[in-house]
T-cell receptor
């Protein structure tokens, strides 16, 4: 158990819908990362937050957005869902940004768009 | 941009065999980190090792060992005396600096290891 929690574990929804994925980092971690794992693209970095502010952006679609709240939990919002958005979405946390600090991954949220 | 190549898509071995998973990377950074993660069938990502680009010493942890060679841009992972519980997808990853002074992980496509009894 990494200490990072993600809810829900599974999510099934229809095309065009909007969903919210939630992540609670490990106690004491200030930085949160979101990754997408799909069959086509593999594991890809989406976005990073540090202490409530966006720190880095990766291959995140405009239909996707995220935020980190004062209590440091983070939410990833996916809207106008398409079949291709079906993937495993991981949240990771680290004490502070920087590759010298290990990223601890949560169990993931499996999103299925039908 | 940074790139990680894991040329072996799938490997199948019999229990107690040794197996090496290959990882080749490309980077323009002089300072970087390399990682290995394990993803068992349950789906979570489990951290195995982090290696700084300035530390080329090989590392051994139980049945696991890692060989880092900057000259060939490789960071290979060997499992000695493999066990059925080692069956998983293994990912090699490389840190990449991004705008804003932060870093992200760039992952390879992964190698699926199946250890048969």
């Amino acid at each position: 158990d990494s200490g990072v929690t993600q809810t829900p574990k599974h999510l099934i929804t229809a095309t065009g819908q909007r969903v919210t994925l939630r992540c609670s980092p490990r106690s004491g971690d200030l930085s949160v990362y979101w990754y997408q794992q799909s069959l086509d693209q593999g594991l890809q970095f989406l976005i990073q937050y540090y202490n409530g502010e966006e720190r880095a952006k990766g291959n995140i679609l405009e239909r996707f957005s995220a935020q980190q709240f004062p209590d440091l939990h983070s939410e990833l919002n996916l809207s106008s869902l398409e079949l291709g958005d079906s993937a495993l979405y991981f949240c990771a946390s680290s004490v502070v940004p920087g590759a010298e600090n290990e990223q601890y991954f949560g169990p993931g949220t499996r999103l299925t768009v039908t | 941009a940074q790139k990680v190549t894991q040329a072996q898509t799938e490997i199948s071995v019999v229990e107690k065999e040794d197996v090496t998973l290959d990882c080749v990377y490309e980077t323009r950074d002089t300072t970087y980190y390399l990682f290995w993660y394990k993803q068992p069938p349950s789906g979570e990502l489990v951290f195995l090792i982090r290696r700084n680009s300035f530390d080329e010493q090989n590392e051994i942890s139980g049945r696991y060992s890692w060989n880092f060679q900057k000259s060939t841009s490789s960071f290979n992972f060997t499992i000695t005396a493999s066990q059925v519980v080692d069956s998983a997808v293994y990912f090699c990853a490389l840190s990449e600096f991004v705008q804003g002074g932060s870093e992200k992980l760039v992952f390879g496509k992964g190698t699926k290891l199946t250890v048969n009894p």
